[in-house]
């Protein structure tokens, strides 16, 4: 037996998508969208700042996006990457060649994030013969079994253990919360990693796995010399450093990749959320040597590399190069700092606002002396902004992180307005 109809598809969403596992769908039925401007169902406008979580890089339905999208799935949607030739997926794989730093040139491609750091962990193994891996407290990199083993939040974790063995953790890099460096970074975190290597592991580590900026942490920004020291660590260890790039990546920071602002070569980078701009696509990029450690049949992926979403991918490339966008992510990110650093000389409740790009957190505490976090008030903040049609996300390790992740086509104007808007909220939840 069916059940019964619902009077209107926003009605079905809330009764029949599980939704248990959220912590609060916004009350926003969404009917499109354009740039950073998002509308509802009933015509009114919000300006979203959050970007699906910072996924949608070149703005809403971008038209040179959507126009490669449709030609491409007027051609075919789809025949099986790992079948057949595709030419769209060539000339993707190729332009993610180009663009990303070092010697990494070889992509398999993934849907999402967790399935493209699921696989990196696979060929770092198949490629060192070592099973275990080095991981950040506080890092995120997915929901699945294997990128849940690697992520340091244990509310992230629950409900999805036992989890795969042999994977340490080394304290997160945090400017202001590190738990060696304390306030004021001395590097010591980086150092730690060869203790982690020491005392932790049995030796047989496969790879290092970290974001650059630790974005579902609450944006936090590692020291300007962290993956440097690191990366000489690993190296004399013989240890493969995975970089996971799915928030960072293409111009969210203000360069093509977060690890860019460091100087330092990964061995394997994650990708996926701006890829495409909002098509399902993820994939680990590799140098040769090391993607050809896969065995003939070992990794596959039946819709993995679709090609509406590689073409999406590709008309994504070219807006964010013709358009400047990590340029204009690079310039309003700092515009949005210093504008937000502003705020907080009225707003004590702002304990500290860091970011890279527009990839931006404001971190809300009870005082600035106790530093303890303020994550009721975030949820209320983020309500208030809606209210007056501000669309932000909160995260960060405590809940307490106002996030600020627009699609990079955002203009100065509009950011202006969202910082009126947040000092509004913060003044009307105060
Ligand atoms: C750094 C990082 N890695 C991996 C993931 C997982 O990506 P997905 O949700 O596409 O599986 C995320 C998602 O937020 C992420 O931020």
Redesign the pocket.
């Known amino acids: 037996m069916g059940v019964a109809g619902t009077t209107t598809a926003a009605d079905a969403f809330l009764r029949y998508v599980n939704l248990s596992s959220v912590a609060g769908v916004e009350p926003i039925a969404v009917d499109h969208g354009s740039g950073a401007e998002l509308w509802d169902v009933d015509g009114r406008r919000y300006l979203d700042c959050f970007a699906g ?1 910072s996924v949608v890089s070149t703005g809403h339905s971008h038209p040179r996006v959507v126009a490669a999208a449709r030609e491409q799935m007027e051609r075919f949607i789809h025949c099986g990457t790992y079948l057949y030739q595709v030419p769209v997926v060539g000339t993707l794989a190729e332009r993610l060649a180009q663009v990303t730093p070092g010697r990494l040139e070889k992509t398999f491609f993934s849907n ?4 493209a ?1 699921e696989g990196a962990m696979r060929l770092a193994r198949a490629y060192s013969g070592k099973t275990e891996f080095i991981a950040l407290e506080t890092g ?4 699945t079994n294997a ?1 849940l083993a690697v992520t340091g939040n244990r509310k992230r974790k629950h409900h999805g253990g036992p989890y795969l063995g042999g994977v340490a953790f080394a304290p997160a890099p945090h400017p202001t919360r590190c738990r060696v460096c304390g306030g004021g970074c001395t590097l010591r975190c980086a150092d730690a990693v060869e203790d982690v290597i020491n005392y932790q592991t049995s030796g047989n580590v496969a790879a290092f796995i970290a ?1 650059p900026v630790l ?2 942490a609450g944006i936090v920004v590692p020291h300007p010399e962290y993956f440097a020291r690191v990366k000489e660590i690993l190296d004399r260890h013989g240890i493969l450093f995975i970089v ?1 790039e ?2 960072t990546g293409f111009g969210r920071t203000g360069r093509m990749f977060g690890i860019e602002h460091y100087g330092v070569e990964p061995d394997i980078m ?1 990708v ?2 701006g890829i495409a701009s909002g098509f399902p696509l ?1 994939g680990f990029i590799a140098r040769p040597e090391i993607a050809e450690s896969f065995q003939p049949g070992e990794h596959l992926s039946t819709f993995g590399g679709n090609p509406v979403a590689c073409a999406a991918a590709v008309a994504t490339l070219d807006v964010i190069a013709d358009e400047s966008l990590c340029e204009n992510s690079a310039r309003l990110g700092e515009w949005m700092l210093g504008h937000l650093e502003q705020l907080g000389a009225t707003h004590p409740v702002i304990g500290e606002v860091r970011g890279k790009g527009l990839m931006i957190g404001v971190e809300l505490v009870e005082s600035r002396e106790s530093m303890a976090p303020a994550a009721q008030r975030a949820v209320q903040v983020r309500a208030a902004c809606r209210e007056r049609g501000l669309i932000v996300g909160i995260g960060g390790f405590f809940g307490n992180v106002v996030r600020i992740q627009p699609p990079l086509v955002i203009t100065e104007a509009q950011l202006d307005s969202a910082v009126g808007v947040l000092d509004e909220a913060l003044r009307a939840t105060a």
Do not use: L, N, P, W
């Not at 999402?112 to 399935?115: K, L, T």
């Not at 995120?140 to 929901?143: A, I, L, S």
């Open positions: 979580i999402s994030g967790a399935e750091v995120f990199h997915g929901r990128t974001e974005g579902e996971d799915v928030q994650t996926a959320k993820g």
